[in-house]
């Protein structure tokens, strides 16, 4: 059975400072692993994700992950945060090979300073 | 692409009365899902078909819960009769393959 854990339910940063973001997972076969973002009254719209290949992968907005498959971990970043980052953030995990079910984490809400 | 269309946006029943939601995928797509967002319990999938057939409905919460597909193009999710404690925000999403999911903006039910 595949899970997710994100450490921490809330994050404050400052503006300008690095915004990280924790996620572990659980899978018994290969993970996909995706982050998504939720702004107010919003649906979820797809950040990141990492199938095969490059470990770090890229995403919209200056966020990045970087799949550690010996620390089971999936953690996001980004540099310098911005204001219009504040919002609730979603890691999810599935087992790939075409099987689409996704299991979400309970999310992290970024709050940034100014 | 339109994205994930969902209606209503915000929807205000009767304890004990029907509700309807309904979803249109983006066209391509080949799987659908409904999930419930609450603060209590976050998202919880409910139900996901796979060209149109039901795959796994372990989280339809109780009978009174329904869902259908009856084509690539539309779904609904049925709740009768409604109580109070399905108030939530109800998404539905789609996705083709593994490439992730594409959210509608969900809808705001409340019962009173």
């Known amino acids: 059975a595949q899970s997710v854990t994100q450490l921490g339910s809330h994050v404050s940063v400052s503006e300008g400072a690095l915004v990280l973001l924790r996620c572990n997972y659980s899978?018994?076969?290969?993970?996909?692993l995706f982050w998504y973002v939720q702004y107010p009254n919003q649906g979820l719209q797809l950040l990141l994700k990492?199938?095969?290949?490059?470990?770090l992968v890229k995403g919209i907005n200056g966020f990045e992950a970087e799949f550690k498959k010996s620390e089971t971990s999936f953690h996001l970043t980004k540099p310098s945060a911005h204001m219009s980052d504040a919002a609730e953030y979603f890691c999810?995990?599935?087992?790939?090979?075409?099987?689409?079910?996704?299991?979400f984490g309970t999310g992290t809400k970024l709050q940034v300073i100014p | 692409d339109a994205g994930v269309i969902q209606s209503p946006r915000h929807e205000v029943t009767e304890m004990g009365q029907e509700v309807t939601l309904r979803c249109k995928p983006i066209?391509?797509?080949?799987?659908l899902f409904w999930y419930r967002q609450t603060m209590m319990r976050g998202l919880e999938l409910l139900i996901y078909f796979n060209n149109n057939v039901p795959i796994d409905d372990s989280g339809m919460p109780e009978d009174r819960f329904s869902a259908k597909m009856p084509n690539a193009s539309f779904s609904t999710l049925k709740i009768q009769p409604s109580e109070p404690r399905d108030s939530a925000v109800y998404f539905c999403?789609?996705?083709?393959?593994?490439?992730?999911?594409?959210f509608g903006s969900g809808t705001r039910l409340t019962v009173v």
């Open positions: 899978s018994s076969v290969p993970p996909y």
């Open positions: 999403a789609s996705s083709l393959q593994e490439y992730g999911y594409t």
């Open positions: 999810a995990v599935s087992e790939g090979g075409g099987y689409q079910k996704v299991t």
């Open positions: 066209s391509g797509h080949n799987s």
């Open positions: 990492y199938t095969t290949g490059a470990t």
